[in-house]
């Protein structure tokens, strides 16, 4: 049995990020997941967990048609501060473990060649960087 919480070890690994749950009073935006921008959602999980960037663009419209145009409506996009810039970062889930991981990037890979070229990260990096945008 494949256990997909994020503070256990799974059994086996499932490369499928954790689900988002989204408030049914929620309105989607151009079609899509409405808790994407769920910066609490990253935050909630421990610095040392994984996800895959699948690309990072400065235009909150652009990346919201990256998304779209690639049919990732179960993505996260965080709102980010780096270098003294803004940016909005297409991420595919987040994952317990390096190896799972891996295996979504892969994926993505396979069925979205030449598209980008995702990087498998640790989240603490990117909680620093959405803590630096809401700290002004």
Same mark, same amino acid.
């Given at each position: 049995?494949?256990?997909?919480?994020?503070?256990?070890?799974?059994?086996?690994?499932?490369?499928?990020?954790?689900?988002?749950?989204?408030?049914?009073?929620?309105?989607?935006?151009?079609?899509?997941?409405?808790?994407?921008?769920?910066?609490?959602?990253?935050?909630?999980?421990?610095?040392?967990?994984?996800?895959? &960037?699948?690309?990072?663009?400065?235009?909150?419209?652009? $990346?919201? @048609?990256?998304?779209?145009?690639?049919?990732?409506? *179960? /993505? =996260?996009?965080?709102?980010?501060?780096?270098?003294?810039?803004?940016?909005?970062?297409?991420?595919?889930?987040?994952?317990?473990?390096?190896?799972?991981?891996?295996?979504?990037?892969?994926?993505?890979? &396979?069925?979205?060649?030449?598209?980008?070229?995702?990087? $498998?990260? @640790?989240?603490?990096?990117?909680?620093?960087?959405? *803590? /630096? =945008?809401?700290?002004?």
């Amino acid at each position: 049995v494949v256990d997909k919480q994020i503070d256990r070890q799974p059994a086996e690994i499932d490369a499928t990020p954790i689900q988002i749950s989204t408030p049914e009073n929620s309105k989607p935006q151009n079609k899509l997941n409405p808790s994407m921008f769920d910066h609490d959602f990253i935050l909630s999980h421990t610095r040392a967990s994984y996800t895959v &960037q699948v690309v990072a663009l400065s235009e909150k419209q652009k $990346i919201l @048609t990256f998304a779209a145009d690639n049919k990732l409506d *179960k /993505a =996260l996009i965080a709102h980010i501060k780096s270098n003294e810039r803004q940016w909005y970062v297409l991420l595919l889930g987040i994952y317990p473990n390096y190896t799972a991981a891996k295996e979504a990037s892969i994926k993505w890979r &396979q069925n979205n060649s030449g598209r980008s070229d995702p990087w $498998i990260r @640790t989240l603490g990096p990117l909680h620093d960087a959405i *803590k /630096a =945008l809401s700290e002004g």
